[in-house]
T-cell receptor, first 113, second 115 residues
């Protein structure tokens, strides 16, 4: 069966520091991968999605970036965090078309102080 | 482009009462529709999905949803609420066979169960 991992589970970082969040999927090949952010009291905001290695689509202009160095690995990064980057970051995967159902990881709670 | 509207950011029901969470969609093509549940500090879990087969869709944990094209709705129901149903629920829509269209999520409805 397929599983999705995210780490770290929680993270507290000062403003201006770098960020690296990792997501890996097991049990499937060539998945579509997604990064979402969920701010307090708000819905899900799609940040990036990827349909293959090295293929990244950005949905929202911001100081975040994403990379997919391996088929089942998706990384969210920032060179300098802002207070507004605080939130709950969710990674998800799907197979087939990007509009098929998605399966979510456990999330990373990021607090920027 | 497609969108979903979830009416009511907070819904409270008594234990054992009917649960009704509302979702209306907008789509230029016949949509796929999904309901997800999120427990505190966890990821989202797929409850059920509609993909143009039967209009009444049954999901996990006793939930079901009915696709009504005339009303552009996909409301989520459960006959009898349980304390463990307390969570946030998200409706999502996608446009199948439409190229690179992605899932679009509603803003969520927080369900509280009153003992």
């Amino acid at each position: 069966s397929q599983t999705i991992h995210q780490w770290p589970a929680t993270l507290v970082q000062p403003v201006g520091s770098p960020l690296s969040l990792e997501c890996t999927v097991e049990g499937t090949s060539n998945p579509n991968l997604y990064w979402y952010r969920q701010a307090a009291g708000r819905g899900l905001q799609l940040l990036f999605y990827s349909v293959g290695i090295g293929q990244i689509s950005s949905e929202v202009p911001q100081n975040l970036s994403a990379s997919r160095p391996q088929d089942r690995q998706f990384i969210l990064s920032s060179k300098k965090l802002l207070l507004s980057d605080s939130g709950f970051y969710l990674c998800a995967w799907s197979v087939g078309q990007v509009n098929s159902e998605q399966y979510f990881g456990p999330g990373t709670r990021l607090t920027v102080t | 482009a497609q969108s979903v509207t979830q009416l009511g950011s907070h819904v409270s029901v008594s234990e054992g009462a009917l649960v009704l969470l509302r979702c209306n969609y907008s789509s230029s093509v016949p949509p796929y529709l999904f309901w997800y549940v999120q427990y505190p500090n966890q990821g989202l879990q797929l409850l059920l999905k509609y993909t143009s087969a039967a209009t009444l869709v049954k999901g996990i944990n006793g939930f079901e949803a009915e696709f009504k094209k005339s009303e552009t709705s996909f409301h989520l129901t459960k006959p009898s609420a349980h304390m463990s149903d307390a969570a946030e629920y998200f409706c999502a829509v996608s446009a199948p066979n439409f190229g690179n269209e992605k899932l679009t999520f509603g803003t969520g409805t927080r369900l509280t169960i009153i003992p």
